[in-house]
Each structure stands twice: as C-alpha cells, then as structure tokens.
C-alpha cells in the first residue's frame, strides 16, 4: 500500500491557536484528492491513536475546489507550556504522513 507522503504533494502541521492544531494534506489534483479522502485510514480514529487525542474532538474538513483537507484537534498542552517539545507543531505532521492508503 501507498503511504500517504507518497501520493500527496505536500503534508504539513501547524498551530491552530495555542490551543488547537491543524494538518493540512495538499494534494495534486482531484484524483489524489479522492483517493486520500476515500481513504479509511485517513479519519478521526486513526488522528486520535496517532495523537492520542479523543476521537470526538477530531474535525476534518474536507476543500475539493483546491484539493485540501484540513485535520484540526486540541493540542495536547498549550503553545509554551512548560515541558513543550514542538511549540509551533511543525514537525508532528511526519506521523500523518506515514500512514498508509
């Protein structure tokens, strides 16, 4: 099976607030944008084992006139909290993109 870096043209994470992230999954075109959205491990279960968030507090939108979808849930601790590794969150995104299709 494909993984997920593979057949999108760019995963990234970012801060939401300093309270919320966001992944984004850009994709090529709407048959890449399909097949990502088709897929069932890309979903609010699989955010919440990889992030050990609550499944219910996993939103996803999903933006096919620019081939996008956007993942957001509650940040483990605040942006600058204390023991924070990754306060921007710009490198969680490689768990996503290590999913496969």
């Keep these: 099976m494909a993984k997920l870096r593979e ?9 939401a607030g ?6 984004e999954i850009f994709c090529d075109g709407e048959r890449e944008y399909e097949q990502v959205k ?5 979903s609010a279960a699989t ?5 050990h968030t609550k499944e219910s507090d996993v939103q996803i939108f ?3 006139n620019i081939f996008v979808i956007k993942i ?6 605040p942006s ?7 306060m921007h969150y710009g490198q ?4 996503l993109a290590e999913v496969e299709l």
């Design 38 to 42: 088709a897929s069932k491990n890309v």
């Design 7 to 15: 057949v999108t043209k760019y995963i990234r994470s970012k801060n």
């Design 92 to 95: 969680q995104y490689r768990l």
């Design 80 to 86: 600058g909290y204390r023991y924070e590794r990754d």
């Design 47 to 51: 955010i919440a084992r990889l992030y």
């Design 62 to 64: 999903y933006i096919p």
């Design 18 to 23: 300093p309270f919320w992230v966001t992944l």
């Design 72 to 77: 957001s849930f509650p940040r483990p601790y």
